[in-house]
């Protein structure tokens, strides 16, 4: 099924908004979604409004997101029970207001759940001039490194940086599987590489329900262990769970840096642009190849399907999100 | 060789003045590289004065170092090429000073060259009640994922949490191993582990030698290359030039957030106690071990070491060291 943006963004809308939200909060999240799919990133863009429409049939309506704390450098938000595609964004867009007054901001968000692609929000920033980070705690399904039992999120991790050519876009999740892929996984019948999982024995496995019931293992050993924990923690300076048993109650974390602070107007990006292209005029691993730059592949895809007009969507997801939307 | 801590601390003082540095800072470094030694930390503590002393016979005498532009959140510290041992304590007091009074701080520092451990920089302020980020850039040893050209230093990223017990700090590196390591494989005459560097013509390589000649490998495939080109673009934003070819001209960056900007006091130093005590009292993947915090065995490490009242050191190393402090 091939739809154009604004079929696809029209189709998200009305699944979102009979599934309880409003209007506003539709659209945002149904922006951040077909971006996604524009992006090449299939699992987290469309399908999300299924899965979406299912965590709003168990909660009760959300309430705006409003500023709780605001001091001339900081801000915490109360998400007020409001998906995270919608809080962040808020947040995000309060993060830039604040470091274009003061030149840094740190964000904090809490009552809120879910989260997009962190790469939406720091690109945002980076395309305003703004060096931004950002990370978010999420359901516990990660083992930390020498434990077996689920305590942490998939927790990632961005960091942009505005450049004269694109962004650089660097996101990252801390776990070695995601939950996506192991529940892809059991659909296709197919066992999971080695060292991604635990049972809930705590022994190593590769059979997906295993996982599914045990934890996903860390990403990267104990350093990226580490990374994880640190995620966790920054989502409990946002006022989150130490740890999260259901879908609620994410702590959404933000530092957004105007870099004038630290050279002259517009230096900045275009040191960051004669860096991508000393990068990427390096000797490649692979005769032929490229070094490529982290996010330069999404943003080529997002580039070219904006040019085709087009994004895809599997026929049975397509049938679905238009059985939702009272089509 | 053992050695008490005022025994230690005097010959590495003793060294690195004879060496051309000022009382003051030979006396900040040897505190810095002394404390490496107690947690545990053989090769980046005393036999460091003994590189340090080789760079310094090539270099011009410091200036002091000096901040060059500030506003309420921010600070911009020129290095006057001093050791960034010294830089780095610098600017992390500079930065919790401002975040004392604003709550945020982001901090950056160039011309400098060297960075110790940087857990030593975020613990400090951590044991203030701060959150502290810390990363620096560092001579070009390691290739971006993909690449085969040395273009990233082994770019530390650090970050700490207080606790109402001790901090949690994590203190990773982003490449796969350290030039440390290499040069002391290549000593006793041991190959490299696979995957770790390439030689000069871009081919794997497990020999020491073809490795220092060619590039180390990032650690964690394309997501710790990814962190490790952000650590690049954060020295770039501090100053640095865009890859370092000899020991000059880091750049160190520095975020301070106080954690009663998003919560009442004393609340997130309990928070992350509690979050401490559940992560270590889950179930280990060893039958009988525990979980482990990050930074804790450093931490453990330095309390014994501070009962016993003692160090060691190697005694090769500390003939180096009375030779050059004209004991």
């Known amino acids: 099924m091939q739809l154009t943006i604004a079929e696809a963004t029209g189709l998200a809308v009305r699944g ?12 945002i999240t149904a922006d951040h979604l077909v971006d996604a799919a524009l992006c090449g990133h299939e699992f987290s863009s469309l399908p999300r409004v299924l899965a979406l429409a299912e965590a709003l049939r168990g909660k009760a309506p959300a309430r705006p997101t409003c500023v709780v704390r605001e001091n001339h450098c900081s801000a915490l938000l109360d998400g007020g029970d409001n998906v995270a595609y919608v809080v962040s964004l ?11 007054k003061n030149g840094v901001a740190v964000v904090c968000a809490n009552n809120t759940w879910f989260s997009g692609r962190l790469a939406y929000y ?28 689920r305590l942490m999120g998939t927790n990632p991790f961005a960091i942009a940086f505005p450049s004269d050519e694109d962004p650089i876009i660097i996101d ?113 691993q692979t005769h032929g190849g490229t070094v490529r730059m982290p996010g330069d592949s999404s943003q080529q895809k997002r580039r070219d399907n904006i040019a085709k007009g087009v994004i895809s969507l599997d026929d049975a997801v397509y049938a679905r999100l238009r059985e939702l939307g009272g089509d």
Request: net charge neutral.
């Open 122 to 149: 720091v690109e945002r920033a980076a395309r305003q001039g703004f060096i931004a980070m950002h990370t978010t705690n999420t359901t516990a399904r990660v083992a930390p490194f020498g434990g077996v039992d």
């Open 90 to 100: 808020h947040a995000i867009d309060k993060a830039i207001d604040i470091a274009r």
């Open 172 to 284: 990252i999740g801390t776990s070695a599987t995601t939950w996506g892929d192991v529940v892809l996984a059991r659909t296709k019948g197919e066992p999971l590489a080695e060292g991604l999982a635990v049972n809930p024995a705590g022994h190593p496995t590769r059979d997906p329900q295993e996982a599914l019931d045990g934890a996903i293992l860390p990403w990267g050993g104990p350093r990226g262990s580490g990374l994880a924990l640190a995620v966790q923690l920054l989502g409990i300076l946002a006022g989150s769970e130490l740890v999260i048993d259901d879908i609620s109650n994410y702590g959404l974390f933000f530092v957004v840096i105007d870099p004038k602070l630290f050279m002259p107007s517009d230096q900045f990006p275009a040191r960051v642009a004669a860096f991508r292209q000393f990068v990427t005029s390096n000797r490649a």
């Open 16 to 27: 979102l908004t009979r599934a309880g939200m409003s209007a506003e909060n539709a659209r």
